[in-house]
């Protein structure tokens, strides 16, 4: 019984440890979902007036831009897979990994990744899937130089045929709790009135007039490539956002959870000690009472 109650000591002062260390990663993920939701909330207004004009430009001029190129027939897709890089974050990684999945084998196309975060691209090379290009060591912190190469790898990509299309799958952040997929395509940028464009511009936007100076061609030409950029930005602060919250969520689960399993075992433990003073005092009363005999 003495072993037992050591045993008890031992694992009661390991869950101990855990749960400093959890309650710790749990504070960490707080401050860092604060800076990355300010980030976000700062860049959201921003993002969505660009998407909007750039939506009104090409919905209503005849410029024909390259990026709006919607090809014939779609030969080889891109999907772009925005994970974290570090675990612990709950169902972060393993629901944007799913719907992936379930994307690769209902595509009708040849379709290859491209693997924003260390968890989807160990994922896959597990797998032996197509991973075309990948970045793992931008460690939930947004870098607008990263931003710019990246939107320039799939703009030059895009231009030069390597694929007819590109979608982007992310975890967008709604509230400190909720945290959903989000597939949408990135190129080639759609020219008509879908419902997405009507859910960016509203029907007081739709009927403003815009002056243009200079033309029409020459501002798509110099918004169209940052327009890009910007999504990329937006979507890389959606998925940090998303990350922050998930972990800091996780993190709390699991120091409730190290709370708990100290009482049980606190419980068992003084249980155990008990009954091995129980039973001390029993063989002590037993041995006296032979001598008396």
């Excluded at 590109?166 to 990135?186: A, C, D, G, H, W």
């Amino acid at each position: 019984m003495a072993e037992n109650v050591k045993a008890l000591r031992r694992r009661l002062r390991s869950i101990r440890n855990t749960k400093q260390i959890t309650r710790a990663m749990e504070m960490v993920s707080a401050a860092k979902l604060r800076r990355a939701q300010a980030t976000l909330l700062a860049g959201r207004p921003y993002a969505t007036k660009l998407r909007e004009l750039v939506t009104r430009l090409v919905s209503t001029s005849s410029v024909n831009h390259a990026l709006m190129e919607r090809r014939p027939v779609v030969r080889k897709r891109w999907l772009v897979v925005f994970t974290a890089d570090r675990g612990l974050a709950g169902a972060f990684n393993a629901q944007i990994l799913k719907q992936a999945d379930v994307f690769l084998q209902r595509s009708d196309v040849p379709t290859e990744l491209i693997c924003i975060g260390k968890k989807g691209f160990d994922y896959y090379r597990t797998k032996r899937a197509s991973v075309r290009y990948s970045v793992t060591d931008l460690g939930a912190r947004l870098s607008r130089r990263r931003v710019q190469e990246i939107a320039e790898f799939l703009i030059g990509a895009f231009l030069q045929q390597e694929t007819d299309e590109i979608v982007l799958l992310y975890n967008k952040f709604f509230s400190m709790l909720v945290y959903r997929p989000q597939m949408e395509t990135l190129l080639p940028l759609s020219k008509d009135s879908s419902e997405e464009t009507r859910a960016v511009i509203t029907g007081a936007v739709t009927n403003r007039e815009y002056l243009l100076e200079p033309t029409a061609e020459e501002l798509l030409n110099a918004l169209l490539p940052h327009f890009v950029s910007s999504r990329i930005y937006i979507t890389l602060a959606e998925t940090f956002t998303a990350e922050h919250s998930a972990r800091m969520v996780a993190m709390s689960g699991a120091t409730r959870n190290c709370e708990e399993l100290t009482e049980k075992l606190t419980l068992r433990m003084n249980k155990a000690r008990q009954a091995a003073i129980t039973k001390e005092i029993i063989e002590i009363v037993s041995g006296a009472e032979a001598l008396k005999a």
